[in-house]
C-alpha cells in the first residue's frame, strides 16, 4: 500500500483556524489574515509528522488529541491577536 509523510500538526490548525473563524465574529476574515494565523501557529509549535495510508483521512488521530486541539486552539487566539494588531492586509 502507498504510504506519505504528513505533518499532522498542518491539518488540525487549518481544520481548527476555519472552526475559530466560524465562530468568532471580531476578527477579520480575510484570506491574508486567515493564512498569517495559520503561518504564525504552525512557526509557533513542533511539527508532528506521521506516516499514513495515502489519501486517508485522519479523524480517528484527532479524535485521540484532545490535548493537543486545547494547545492549537490556544495558539490560535495568541496568533490572532498577533494579526489583528499587525494587519497586512491594509498594504498588501
Ligand atoms: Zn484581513
Known amino acids: 500500500m502507498a504510504c506519505e509523510i504528513k505533518n499532522y500538526l498542518e491539518f488540525v490548525v487549518d481544520e481548527a483556524v476555519d472552526n475559530f473563524f466560524k465562530s468568532t465574529k471580531d476578527i477579520c476574515k480575510c484570506e491574508q489574515c486567515k493564512l498569517d494565523i495559520t503561518a504564525l501557529v504552525l512557526n509557533r509549535m513542533p511539527a508532528r509528522y506521521i506516516v499514513t495510508a495515502k489519501g486517508r483521512i485522519m479523524t480517528k488521530l484527532k479524535e485521540t488529541e484532545i490535548q493537543f ?24
Open 69 to 92: 486541539q486545547v494547545d492549537v486552539l490556544r495558539e490560535i487566539i495568541i496568533a490572532a491577536e498577533i494579526v489583528r494588531k499587525n494587519p497586512r492586509h491594509t498594504n498588501g
